[in-house]
């Protein structure tokens, strides 16, 4: 009976030490998770910023007779955008500055440029007084007889790494410049047909 006893005991003394051990053991940590890389600057997420000259050629004419325009296919024009980045560390909606440097006289034309796709894109409607007239068929005068818009469209094509950040160093562009009939002028004939001119341009930052 003592030796029954002596076995019980000793059981009861290897489940409290398997108990013991139960309490005491140290669970295993999980893997901490590796740290995610920052991806590399590139013409992508560039930001575009600072002074910029576009150096426009006309490169198709539509519609305008010589007694419309003196623009003719190879004509070119210069304007000078100061490009106001909405964001720091993206491209994105920005605001710009557009100044005509062989007028010293224009003003200042202050506009917001759109970023979608790769794009930074301006549309715009130009006022009331800028919709030239034009004769009908039957010579009547038709005043303010176009809707006239105008679609700017630039494209990054080359940038830089400065302190960590892309920034754009290279674009080109596009402008479209559409005089549309509305109302009366729509049906009136003669040079109040749509009139279009297409513009190409290279674009180079100014740094002076």
Known sequence: MAAAVVRRLVALAVLVALAGCARTAVPESSPSPSAVPEAEPALETSIWKGRWEFNYTLVRLVGATEEETTFEPGNKIRRIWEVTPGCEDRPCN???SATNPDDAQAGAVVSTVAYENGVYRI????PPEVSNACRAADGRVVPQAFEATNTVEVTPTDFEVIDGVGVVTQMTATKRTSFIPKA????????CEPKSAEWEATVVPVTD
Do not use: D
């Open 94 to 96: 920005s605001e710009i």
């Open 123 to 126: 549309n715009q409607i130009f």
């Open 184 to 191: 009366e002028a729509a049906s009136a004939g003669g040079t």
